[in-house]
């Protein structure tokens, strides 16, 4: 079996999976590699795609002693001193297109899943399957793809949820809700169920699996729901092909601007491809209209950035609602965070508040190198 047909034999059953299920897929191989086992996942509705959310990743560092995130503002089409979100992305763009390449695109994220354990008009909220990955892809393909991952315990999502966790005893494990089931969570790392090891693990991507996944991950003719999934050809890529790839999703679908958000995200922080066609994702998400402004808002490292949101409801039973975010850099425009938010909580999260960080990803770094693999 290819590296490819063993990630799409982890992705839920969907008629065309959104890029982060494809890149928590990747995670939940690497896992495999490096022995551990199939972490749980949480999925959002995005219509003809599941985007799978939690599994191996959360909440950046335990955001002990930071407060409570506070209530989620509502979205607005302009920021302070009208500048508008188009306006914003347009500059975006611009820097974007005057980026240097390098002999690597690597990405290093630190991310999360919170979990509500307790009564709904109690208890507390725990970020499980935390984790860090450190992600090497090659330009040519001539050089091997590295993947480093780690797991790094459960954490009290803020400083109240770490004083009733406390108050609870300070377990060192803890029972949730994922997936229609429980689970543990604990805060040893590489300890919770289906995460990998709390030390580093890593895997390599040969030039000839490269080359065999490409092959073989070619699409028939008309298969949308297969070229969506299959990786992109950097060489072959146009802004026509992009718009394509990032909006394919049935527009009348409910939800789809969030799924598009997602979709360019992925493109934006993941794929090794030119200045210029970053660039042109940036001038496509200008071009989503429900997208809004969010205002200032804080990374789950508490750095400030430019928040630009979309509204969605969770597929789970209970319907939370959730403001998706993505979190931008106001001077270099480069993309610092992803997050959930809840505005409205339904089935397995009640008891988190509105404002509550239902998931978390920070990007520590994503850009272009010519230094050789390694992890922090």
Not at 12 to 32: F, N
Not at 43 to 53: D, K
Not at 106 to 116: D, E, F, K, M, P
Not at 196 to 212: E, F, I, R
Request: net charge positive; aromatic share 6%; glycine share 10%.
């Amino acid at each position: 079996m290819t590296e490819l047909e063993m990630i799409r034999e982890l992705l839920p059953d969907a008629a065309g999976p959104a890029q982060t299920t494809i890149r928590t897929a990747e995670k939940l191989l690497a896992a495999e590699i490096a022995g551990g086992s199939r972490p749980r996942r949480r999925y959002l509705s995005y219509g003809l795609g599941a985007v799978a959310v939690g599994a191996a990743a959360a909440v950046a560092v335990a955001v002990i002693g930071s407060g409570s995130p506070g209530p989620s503002r509502a979205p607005t089409a302009t920021g302070s001193g009208g500048t508008s979100v188009q306006k914003f992305l347009l500059a975006a763009a611009e820097t974007a297109a005057k980026e240097p390449v390098g002999r690597y695109w690597r990405v290093l994220t630190i991310g999360g899943q919170s979990y509500h354990v307790g009564p709904a008009n109690g208890g507390y909220t725990m970020v499980g399957y935390r984790d860090e990955t450190d992600r090497w892809t090659a330009r040519s393909m001539t050089d091997p793809d590295t993947l480093y991952t780690r797991d790094l315990g459960a954490r009290p999502l803020t400083a109240a949820d770490a004083a009733a966790w406390r108050r609870a005893g300070s377990p060192t494990t803890v029972r949730v809700w994922s997936n229609d089931h429980y689970t543990t969570l604990s805060t040893t790392p590489g300890r919770t169920y289906g995460t990998v090891p709390g030390g580093w693990g890593s895997s390599v991507t040969t030039p000839a699996q490269k080359k065999k996944i490409a092959m073989q991950s070619r699409c028939p003719p008309g298969d949308k729901a297969c070229e969506f999934a299959a990786p992109i050809d950097p060489r072959t890529l146009t802004e026509q092909k992009l718009r394509q790839y990032l909006f394919w999703p049935n527009p009348t679908v409910k939800g789809v601007d969030a799924e598009r958000v997602l979709n360019t995200l992925d493109f934006l922080t993941q794929r090794p491809v030119t200045p210029q066609m970053r660039a042109a994702a940036y001038r496509l998400l200008a071009q989503v209209p429900g997208i809004r402004w969010a205002g200032t808002v804080k990374d789950a490292l508490g750095r400030s950035g430019i928040g630009l949101a979309a509204r969605q409801v969770m597929r789970e039973a209970g319907q939370s609602v959730i403001d998706v975010q993505i979190i931008l850099d106001p001077q270099t425009h480069k993309v610092l965070g992803y997050q959930q938010v809840i505005v409205k909580a339904g089935g397995a999260d009640r008891g988190m508040a509105p404002g509550t960080i239902l998931y978390s990803e920070v990007y520590l770094q994503a850009g272009w190198t010519d230094a050789r693999p390694h992890h922090p």
